[in-house]
């Protein structure tokens, strides 16, 4: 009988990096469609893909260009999520594939969706798949034509899961494209963006406390942006807080564009790691930040978690809102255990990787993109709890936490929701 493949902290830590094993490198074998691949990189599927993330500009709408099978899911999708008034289609035939004649359609069908409108959009996405990467479509150049024809802005995003393994992958492609609208204008000293991700951070977050006390009045998001006019003042920042690395091509777009510097941040659970990267951004921007009520409560949330329940055993997925190791290694922090983590291993997230290592050599880390998941059989030691959904479909019948709410958590406030979720998960349960 064949088994999932693993491989221990100890063993991934020591061998280094360089040396991570194929199994857990989707560019070296076939795909396997877990449930959080199913659900995180799908474009027609839930949370925010390419299609979804193109119309994070407000007033926008988009024209979809691609054969009829991906024109299907994505009316599935704006139905479930009340888009089906901002899509718009350019369905291919196989002549069209085969020729390209359909890129001299492009600017016809823009033309067309603006006229349409009643209200007219603010910009035009256009939605090109697969079929194009294969074609090498210069898409620049057709926007620009379609600009020249119907006079609206139009923006080219990629739905091109080719590219998942290169430099600049769908998401963070998509996040420069819907940036790049944004034209120089007078920068404010207080005002900045926050950029990273298509929904708002909780309104609770104490992010935006620590920066309005510290001076800053705008603090804009593009998920926050009522209207076009609300996102063109974006220019106006003094500089950029990057809380994805996702991001991060985007907000040096707008650093060349746009002479907007940024400062990037990173989602953690470690209330002590929290603090740190706090202090860093204060000593940054030049101001001082004081987090420690913040950081009191957080950490009396987790003491009292831990007096009630004890020592708890998790599985931790990667469909979350979370770095699936960072949160490894904060849960390990806080003297609970961590048997198995679901996750993609990558060179930003080792040196959590490496901590796990020292604090619990045994852990499993597993790879939901690998094949040999078809496999996977729970071990013998018992979990109390899971987070993320795929966790909870490996491990059926554990309290789960799914942890994937559109609303981002972040900071001190993420953790305290985070403790609160575990709680009401195990409500019944003995430990």
């Given at each position: 009988?064949?088994n999932?493949?693993?491989i221990t902290?100890?063993?991934?830590a ?10 857990l490198?989707s560019?070296?074998?076939l795909?396997?469609?877990s449930?959080?691949t ?5 474009p ?7 299609k979804r993330a193109g ?7 988009m024209?979809?260009?691609?054969p009829?099978c991906c024109?299907?899911n ?8 009340g888009y ?14 085969v020729t390209g004649r359909?890129?001299?359609k ?6 067309e969706?603006?006229?349409f409108c009643d209200?007219k959009?603010?910009?035009?996405m256009?939605?090109i798949?697969?079929?194009d990467?294969?074609l090498?479509t ?5 926007s620009?034509k ?7 802005p139009?923006v080219?995003?990629?739905?091109y899961?080719?590219?998942r393994e290169?430099?600049?992958p769908?998401m ?7 940036y790049?609208?944004?034209k120089?204008q007078?920068r404010?000293?207080d005002?900045?963006?926050i950029?990273g991700y ?7 977050s104490?992010?935006?406390?620590l ?5 800053i009045?705008?603090i ?5 942006c009522e209207?076009f006019?609300?996102?063109e003042?974006?220019?106006q920042?003094n500089f950029?807080?990057?809380l994805n690395?996702?991001?991060?091509y985007?907000?040096?777009q707008?650093?060349?564009t746009?002479?907007?510097p940024y400062i ?5 659970y470690?209330?002590?790691k ?5 202090m860093?951004?204060a000593?940054?921007?030049g ?5 420690s009520e913040?950081?009191?409560e ?10 009630r329940?004890?020592?708890l055993n998790?599985?931790i997925?990667e469909?979350l809102?979370?770095?699936s190791?960072?949160l ?8 609970h255990g961590v048997?198995?983590i ?5 060179e ?12 619990s050599?045994e852990t499993?880390?597993?790879s939901n993109l ?6 996977y059989?729970p ?5 109390d709890?899971c987070?993320?959904n795929?966790a909870g ?5 554990v ?14 406030a993420g953790v305290?929701l ?7 998960a195990l409500?019944?349960v003995?430990?």
């Amino acid at each position: 009988m064949n088994n999932a493949f693993y491989i221990t902290a100890a063993q991934l830590a020591k061998a280094g990096f360089e040396n991570t094993p194929d199994e857990l490198l989707s560019a070296k074998h076939l795909i396997y469609s877990s449930p959080a691949t199913l659900a995180f990189n799908s474009p027609g599927a839930q949370g925010f893909g390419v299609k979804r993330a193109g119309l994070a500009i407000p007033g926008s709408v988009m024209l979809l260009v691609s054969p009829g099978c991906c024109g299907r899911n994505t009316t599935m999708q704006s139905r479930l999520c009340g888009y089906q008034d901002r899509f718009f289609y350019l369905l291919l035939d196989d002549t069209d594939i085969v020729t390209g004649r359909h890129l001299t359609k492009i600017p016809e069908a823009v033309k067309e969706v603006y006229e349409f409108c009643d209200k007219k959009p603010s910009a035009v996405m256009i939605c090109i798949t697969c079929v194009d990467a294969l074609l090498g479509t210069d898409m620049d150049r057709v926007s620009r034509k379609c600009e020249e024809l119907a006079g609206v802005p139009v923006v080219p995003c990629y739905m091109y899961a080719l590219t998942r393994e290169k430099k600049l992958p769908p998401m963070a492609a998509v996040r420069k494209a819907v940036y790049s609208l944004l034209k120089p204008q007078k920068r404010h000293p207080d005002a900045m963006n926050i950029l990273g991700y298509f929904s708002p951070l909780n309104d609770d977050s104490e992010i935006y406390e620590l920066l309005t006390k510290a001076g800053i009045k705008s603090i804009r998001e593009i998920s926050r942006c009522e209207d076009f006019a609300q996102y063109e003042k974006m220019s106006q920042a003094n500089f950029n807080l990057v809380l994805n690395s996702e991001a991060r091509y985007a907000a040096q777009q707008m650093s060349e564009t746009l002479g907007i510097p940024y400062i990037e941040m990173m989602r953690m659970y470690s209330i002590d790691k929290i603090h740190n990267q706090y202090m860093s951004l204060a000593s940054a921007i030049g101001v001082t930040f004081d987090d420690s009520e913040h950081y009191s409560e957080a950490k009396a949330v987790i003491e009292d978690f831990g007096k009630r329940r004890g020592k708890l055993n998790f599985a931790i997925g990667e469909f979350l809102n979370a770095d699936s190791f960072e949160l490894a290694c904060a849960l390990l922090g806080c003297g609970h255990g961590v048997s198995e983590i679901y996750g993609t291993v990558g060179e930003r997230n080792f040196r959590f990787i490496e901590k796990i290592a020292k604090l619990s050599p045994e852990t499993k880390i597993f790879s939901n993109l690998s094949p040999t998941m078809l496999d996977y059989e729970p071990s013998g030691k018992t979990i109390d709890v899971c987070i993320g959904n795929d966790a909870g479909y490996y491990h059926s019948g554990v309290p789960t936490v799914d942890w994937n709410e559109e609303r981002q958590p972040f900071g001190y406030a993420g953790v305290k929701l985070l403790f609160e979720k575990l709680d009401e998960a195990l409500k019944g349960v003995g430990k």
